[in-house]
């Protein structure tokens, strides 16, 4: 399964992404991070991958295609150590995750996040993952 490719959504330092690639192997197609931080990182350990910044403002029909998306989206909305807002909270950023799996339909979909979100906006994730056609494992 070398021939992978992996597309990465918040993908921080790329932490999902090695253990995507230590599982799946497959190599990095692209990433997605806006914060400062993440992009250094990611650059420097990464110089020849693109990154596409702002999922909310990504253009998915222009993405090159893969079979592997990997995401550890935002975990304030859900988080115990938060406000819990769920959905309301503007960091909230499943819905364009689910809008890039409908344009990109990889083969698989890998993503992380904290334990509070079980109690608290999975539904909706799992719902739009049935809806695309995946099936869940958690």
């Keep these: 399964m070398s021939g992978l490719r992996i597309g990465s959504l918040c993908s921080g330092y ?5 253990a995507a690639q230590a599982v799946f192997g497959g190599s990095l197609a692209w990433v ?11 650059a420097h350990h990464h110089p020849h991958v693109p990154n596409l910044g702002d999922i909310t403002a990504t253009c998915w029909d222009e993405v090159e295609p893969v079979d592997i998306v990997t995401g550890g989206y935002p ?5 115990s150590a938060g406000k819990r807002k769920g959905v309301a909270d503007e960091r909230h950023i499943w819905p364009d995750i689910a809008r890039a799996l409908g344009v990109l339909r990889p ?9 509070g979100h079980l109690s608290l906006g999975f539904d909706s994730v799992l719902c739009d993952l049935a809806a695309l056609g995946f099936d869940a494992r958690w």
Aim: charged content about 20%; overall charge negative; aromatic content about 6%.
């Design 14 to 18: 790329g932490g999902l992404d090695m």
């Design 75 to 79: 975990c304030q909305p859900f988080s």
């Design 107 to 115: 083969r698989l979909a890998v993503f992380e996040n904290v334990a």
């Design 32 to 42: 997605a991070d806006n914060d400062a931080g993440a992009c250094r990182i990611l």
